[in-house]
């Protein structure tokens, strides 16, 4: 026997259980759901992060064309390798950051933290870079910088010798070292969180970086980052733990 709707419709019951169901399903769909009845969404890969600034804005210091082939393919490269690398692992659901942690020094998953680093040293590289930069630093960066290594020439002095003669790829950089900053250089992929030490700015020196514009004189463009490029007010924001 059936049972009367509230418009006295006389139902199957198992119609009536099958409206019931559809209706909740509907009404589940209709919040955004499916996660509510097991159907757990897939994690969204990694977005690359844009440019702090129009690719012809480091002009002529650095090229359209440099900043082109280093953000659009080298940068986004790496960010591409690792969700393919990630993809349907517990990795997929980590930051940036977290990936690199749980990777960093285990042989089984260096693609994964070359891949992931290179992505975080990028970001952070384009950051580290202004329109109009170099100059003097903040007066709570200043104090500090003088501290350690001095004078601030010292400072920069120390920067490009470490950029310049990192052999092969790698990166340059100022960093946090419990109450003192100091210069250090990485090869490759490697990134001075992994030794316990927190970075300010970079100095990308792997050949993508310059050789467009100045070839074999890594020198030149080191020495054009560091005095007419350096953003010292990204690094002050880092040093305050912005």
Partial sequence: MGYPD????????????????????????????????????APAPLKLPPLPYGESALEPLISARTISFHYGKHHKGYLDNLNRLIAGTEMARMSLEKIMSVSAGKPEKVAIFNNAAQTWNHDFYWRSL?????????AVL??????????????????????????????????LDGAKVKVVKTANADNPMTRGLKPLVTIDVWEHAYYLDY????????????????????????LAGR
């Fill in 6 to 41: 509230k418009n006295h419709a006389v139902l199957n019951p198992g119609r009536r259980i099958f409206l019931k169901a559809a209706a909740g399903a509907a009404a589940t769909i209709a919040m955004g759901g499916f996660a509510r009845h097991g159907f757990a969404e």
């Fill in 130 to 138: 202004r329109p109009g930069g170099g100059g003097e630093p903040p």
């Fill in 142 to 175: 200043s104090k500090i910088i003088k501290a350690s290594f001095g004078s601030l020439d010292a400072c920069r002095k120390e920067l490009a010798d470490a950029a310049v003669t990192q052999f092969g790829s790698g990166w340059a950089w100022l960093v």
């Fill in 215 to 238: 070839q074999n004189r890594r020198a030149d463009y080191v020495t054009a980052v560091i005095g007419k490029l350096l953003n010292w007010e990204f690094a002050a924001g880092n």
